[in-house]
T-cell receptor
């Protein structure tokens, strides 16, 4: 079975640009969460979606948005990129909205120059 | 902020048991203790979780003190591939009011030959 897949794996963007990151959860999983991990820190929560509805939002500016599609895949969008947005963006999926066992993807490494 | 305290780093000899401590003195009655690990450049990997009883699976054992204010993750026979950052997380099943897991900085475990 395929695990959580994220695309792209790496990308480089310029300040002020917009970026879309994609996540496909494990088949049958209905919950997707997004995390940002800057170098040397633990992952920091951005959003959780369950059954296509936003269930939680972390302390991130409105430049960050996300959505979940009917097939439970998800997109994370970041507008007006700043240098500080450079990080590893992680997607986690779980069967339900419970965190009994969340599965993380390999992440998308975003570099803003 | 994370509700747990972990040592910054630990070393362990290959083949020996690795015992990773975690303090969570403010844990609530409905909160579980979760352990994840993150091998370099990969997404976090779920290890184990528990409420108050000791738990064991194919990867590790989790020992929770009777007052639930601390716990220990035990890797019975550490290998070089167990070198990673280990995160101890306290949360209810639904990730708290915001629906997320709060990662601290974790413990960097180095398994040495």
């Amino acid at each position: 079975d395929a695990g959580v897949t994220q695309s792209p794996t790496h990308l480089i963007k310029t300040r002020g640009q917009h970026v879309t990151l994609r996540c496909s959860p494990i088949s049958g999983h209905k919950s997707v969460s997004w995390y940002q991990q800057v170098l040397g820190q633990g992952p920091q929560f951005i959003f959780q979606y369950y059954e296509k509805e936003e269930r939680g939002r972390g302390n991130f500016p409105d430049r960050f948005s996300a959505r979940q599609f009917p097939n439970y895949s998800s997109e994370l969008n970041v507008n007006a990129l700043l240098l500080g947005d450079s990080a590893l963006y992680l997607c986690a999926s779980s069967l339900t909205e419970q965190y009994t066992e969340a599965f993380f993807g390999q992440g998308t490494r975003l570099t803003v120059v | 902020d994370a509700k747990t305290t972990q040592p910054t780093s630990m070393d362990c000899a290959e083949g020996r048991a690795a015992n990773l401590p975690c303090n969570h003195s403010t844990i609530s009655g409905n909160e579980y203790v979760y352990w994840y690990r993150q091998i370099h450049s990969q997404g976090p990997q779920y290890i184990i979780h528990g409420l108050k009883n000791n738990e064991t699976n194919e990867m590790a054992s989790l020992i929770i003190t009777e007052d639930r204010k601390s716990s220990t993750l035990i890797l019975p026979h550490a290998t070089l591939r167990d070198t990673a950052v280990y995160y101890c997380i306290v949360s209810d099943l639904y990730g708290g009011s915001q629906g997320n897991l709060i990662f601290g900085k974790g413990t960097k475990l180095s398994v040495k030959p």
